[in-house]
């Protein structure tokens, strides 16, 4: 059973840090890996995705890296703003069906 | 593009009532799933429509149930609702390459 992991619970820095983002898997065999964005009481917003074959995803001041081998990835989010202020959340699919197993997320504050 | 629309965003119901919730996908998208969101349990998977197929059901009771139609729109419903069902329920319909979109969520609230 596929067990992910999202290390730090909660996160707050000043507005123009670099933040850094960590997700942790124990099945390596992963078809990709999705990050995604939550505001309070809203829906999953779609960040990147990263497909097994791939090393990185980058969508302007996004960038995610994985390492299938080691069971990871990080979401990069660079020169922070109070809007980025969410929770994030990684998922990765089954090994042989497309069921989402989620993070428990990182909850992000960034101060003005 | 209309991205995955949920309706309703708000529903009370009482113990013992039943619910439907519903979820239109993306135009072209086939897969649809649906989620359980506490602040308990995270996210958890109910079940896969592919094609009006179920082809994968999580860790949940019976009363928990869904269907697709051929326009790939799916309901989901809950019997006998339970006060731990109140949770935020969401739809997520999935390209070919795996890349999920997901709703905005049904909020449901069982008194």
């Known amino acids: 059973k596929q067990e992910v992991t999202q290390i730090p619970a909660a996160l707050s820095v000043p507005e123009g840090e670099n933040l850094v983002l960590n997700c942790s898997f124990t099945?390596?065999?992963?078809?990709?890996l999705q990050w995604f964005r939550q505001d309070p009481g809203k829906g999953l917003t779609s960040l990147l995705l990263?497909?097994?074959?791939?090393r990185e995803q980058t969508s302007g001041r996004l960038n995610a890296s994985l390492d299938k081998s080691s069971g990871r990835s990080t979401l990069y989010i660079a020169a922070s703003q109070p809007g980025d202020s969410a929770t994030y959340l990684c998922?990765?699919?089954?090994?042989?069906?497309?069921?989402?197993?989620f993070g428990a997320g990182t909850t992000v504050t960034v101060r003005a | 593009k209309a991205g995955v629309t949920q309706t309703p965003r708000y529903l009370i119901k009482t113990r013992g009532q039943q619910v439907t919730l519903s979820c239109s996908p993306i135009?072209?998208?086939?897969?649809v799933s649906w989620y359980q969101q506490t602040p308990g349990q995270g996210l958890q998977f109910l079940f896969e429509?592919?094609?009006?197929?179920?082809?994968n059901k999580g860790n949940f009771p019976g009363r928990f149930s869904g269907r697709q139609f051929s326009n790939s729109r799916s309901e989901m419903n809950v019997s006998t609702l339970e006060l731990g069902d109140s949770a935020l329920y969401l739809c997520?319909?999935?390209?070919?390459?795996?890349?999920?979109?997901f709703g905005q969520g049904t909020r449901l609230t069982v008194v």
């Open positions: 997520a319909s999935r390209t070919g390459d795996g890349e999920a979109f």
């Open positions: 099945d390596s065999a992963i078809y990709n």
């Open positions: 990263i497909q097994s074959s791939q």
């Open positions: 998922a990765v699919p089954g090994s042989n069906d497309y069921k989402l197993s």
């Open positions: 135009s072209g998208h086939r897969s």
């Open positions: 429509y592919f094609s009006e197929t179920q082809r």
